[in-house]
C-alpha cells in the first residue's frame, strides 16, 4: 500500500527548514533551509510558506509520490487545533496574530487536497530528540530551546506533558515571570542582545548573537560572562520543575545552543546548589541536542501519522 509522502515543515524565527518523509519519519529530501523575515509583513510571510509548500507539492511530483499532509511546527502562542497564530509582544510573527493558518493553507495552497495540522516547535523537538537524538532511551525529559524566543517541553515515556507535577499550560516556561518581564525576554536572540548593550553600555550595532558566541570563543570576558549569565538564570527557572518532574535529561537545543559549552556549566551548577538535597533522586544530565533539525522533522512526520492515521495523541 502507497501511503504517500508527508510534507514536514520546521517554523523558525528566521529560517523555514522543510523537507518530505514517509510514514516511518524517513526523510525522502534533502532538507531546504529558507531565511524568512519574521518581523515582515502578513503577505510576505504568507508568500514564503505557499512557496516552501508549492516546492515540496512539485518535488513529490517528480518523485512520483502523492502528497498524504502537511504538518507544520510553530511557536507559540498558537491555537494548534485550530490552526490561529495567536503570537503577540516577543517581535516575532506578529503580522499573523489572529490568522486563521490552516484555512490558508488548506484552502488557498492546497485546495483542499490534504489534511493540515500543526504542532507547537519545542515539542516537536523535543519528541524528536527522544525518538532519534540525544535522548533516545530516557524516561522523562525537559526539551529547551534557545533562539528568537525559549522554547520548552516536557515529556514522559514519549507523551507531551503539561497542567500536571508542577508542569505549566503546553510545558512552556519561557512565559514565567522574570524581572520586569517574562524569561522569554531574557533567554532569547533580543534578551542577549540586550544583555549585551546594557553590560558593554553601548550599541551592537550590526552584532548578533553569533558574533557574541564568536567574541566568547576568542575569550572575551564580557561575552562569556553574558553566555554563563544565560545558563544561570536558565538554572534557576528550571529548579522548581526538575525538583517536581524529576528528569532524567534536560536537552538543549535552537539556534543559541551553539553556546552550550558556556551555557550548560552554570546551569549546572544552579541546580546542584539548590537540589542536592535529601529527597531528590538525582540531578538530571544536561546535553546539547544531536542532528536537531532532522529528528525534529522526522518527529513531525510520525506526529503526523498517529493524529491522521490512528485517531490518537502524542
Same mark, same amino acid.
Given at each position: 500500500? !502507497?501511503?504517500?509522502?508527508?510534507?514536514? &515543515?520546521?517554523?523558525?524565527? #528566521?529560517?523555514?527548514k522543510?523537507?518530505? +518523509?514517509d510514514?516511518?519519519?524517513?526523510?525522502?529530501? !534533502?532538507?531546504?533551509?529558507?531565511?524568512?523575515?519574521?518581523?515582515g509583513?502578513?503577505?510576505?510571510?504568507l =508568500?514564503?510558506?505557499?512557496?516552501?509548500?508549492?516546492?515540496?507539492?512539485?518535488?513529490a511530483?517528480e518523485?512520483?509520490?502523492?502528497?498524504?499532509g502537511?504538518?507544520l511546527? *510553530?511557536?507559540?502562542?498558537?491555537?494548534?487545533?485550530?490552526g490561529?497564530?495567536?503570537? $503577540? /509582544?516577543?517581535?516575532k510573527?506578529?503580522?499573523?496574530?489572529?490568522?486563521?493558518?490552516?484555512s490558508?493553507f488548506?484552502?488557498?495552497v492546497?485546495? =483542499?487536497?490534504?489534511?493540515?495540522?500543526?504542532?507547537?516547535?519545542?515539542?516537536?523537538? #523535543?519528541?524528536?530528540?527522544?525518538?532519534?537524538?540525544?535522548?533516545?532511551?530516557?524516561?522523562?525529559?525537559?526539551g529547551? #530551546?534557545? /533562539?528568537?524566543g525559549?522554547?520548552?517541553?516536557?515529556?514522559?515515556?514519549?507523551?507531551?506533558?503539561? !497542567?500536571?507535577? /508542577?508542569?505549566?499550560?503546553?510545558?512552556?516556561?519561557?512565559?514565567?515571570? +522574570?524581572?520586569k518581564?517574562?524569561?522569554?525576554?531574557?533567554?532569547?536572540?533580543?534578551?542577549?542582545?540586550?544583555?549585551?548593550?546594557?553590560?558593554? =553600555?553601548?550599541?551592537?550595532?550590526n552584532?548578533?548573537?553569533?558574533?557574541? *558566541?564568536?567574541?566568547?570563543?576568542? =575569550?572575551d570576558?564580557? +561575552?562569556?560572562?553574558?553566555?554563563?549569565?544565560?545558563?544561570? &538564570?536558565?538554572?534557576?527557572?528550571?529548579?522548581?520543575?526538575v525538583?517536581?518532574?524529576?528528569?532524567?535529561?534536560?536537552?538543549?537545543g /535552537?539556534?543559541?545552543?551553539?553556546?552550550?559549552? *558556556?551555557?550548560?556549566?552554570?546551569? $549546572?551548577?544552579?541546580?546542584?546548589?539548590?537540589?542536592?538535597?535529601?529527597?531528590?533522586a538525582?540531578?538530571?544530565?544536561?546535553l546539547?541536542?544531536t542532528?536537531?533539525?532532522? +529528528? #525534529?522533522l522526522?518527529?513531525?512526520a510520525?506526529?503526523?501519522?498517529?493524529?491522521?492515521?490512528?485517531?490518537? !495523541?502524542?
Amino acid at each position: 500500500m !502507497n501511503l504517500g509522502v508527508i510534507i514536514a &515543515l520546521d517554523i523558525g524565527g #528566521t529560517t523555514v527548514k522543510s523537507v518530505l +518523509c514517509d510514514f516511518e519519519g524517513r526523510l525522502l529530501s !534533502n532538507i531546504d533551509y529558507t531565511p524568512i523575515d519574521s518581523r515582515g509583513s502578513r503577505s510576505t510571510i504568507l =508568500n514564503v510558506f505557499s512557496k516552501i509548500v508549492i516546492d515540496l507539492l512539485a518535488k513529490a511530483d517528480e518523485m512520483g509520490s502523492q502528497p498524504s499532509g502537511l504538518v507544520l511546527a *510553530f511557536p507559540g502562542p498558537f491555537d494548534y487545533e485550530r490552526g490561529i497564530c495567536l503570537i $503577540k /509582544g516577543v517581535g516575532k510573527y506578529e503580522a499573523l496574530y489572529g490568522i486563521d493558518i490552516k484555512s490558508f493553507f488548506r484552502d488557498e495552497v492546497l485546495a =483542499n487536497r490534504i489534511p493540515v495540522f500543526f504542532d507547537a516547535d519545542s515539542w516537536a523537538f #523535543t519528541r524528536g530528540q527522544c525518538l532519534e537524538g540525544a535522548a533516545r532511551g530516557a524516561k522523562k525529559v525537559i526539551g529547551l #530551546t534557545i /533562539g528568537t524566543g525559549l522554547g520548552s517541553a516536557f515529556v514522559e515515556d514519549g507523551r507531551i506533558i503539561e !497542567n500536571e507535577r /508542577g508542569v505549566p499550560p503546553y510545558g512552556w516556561i519561557g512565559f514565567l515571570p +522574570c524581572g520586569k518581564g517574562i524569561l522569554d525576554d531574557r533567554i532569547s536572540r533580543r534578551g542577549i542582545l540586550a544583555r549585551y548593550r546594557e553590560f558593554s =553600555n553601548s550599541s551592537t550595532g550590526n552584532l548578533d548573537v553569533k558574533d557574541l *558566541f564568536e567574541l566568547a570563543l576568542k =575569550n572575551d570576558p564580557l +561575552c562569556i560572562e553574558l553566555f554563563c549569565e544565560t545558563g544561570s &538564570l536558565l538554572g534557576k527557572a528550571l529548579v522548581p520543575f526538575v525538583e517536581l518532574f524529576q528528569p532524567d535529561l534536560v536537552v538543549i537545543g /535552537g539556534e543559541i545552543s551553539g553556546a552550550f559549552d *558556556f551555557i550548560a556549566p552554570s546551569l $549546572k551548577e544552579e541546580l546542584e546548589k539548590a537540589l542536592k538535597v535529601p529527597g531528590i533522586a538525582g540531578l538530571p544530565g544536561v546535553l546539547k541536542a544531536t542532528d536537531p533539525e532532522r +529528528c #525534529t522533522l522526522s518527529g513531525l512526520a510520525l506526529y503526523f501519522v498517529e493524529r491522521y492515521m490512528r485517531g490518537g !495523541n502524542v
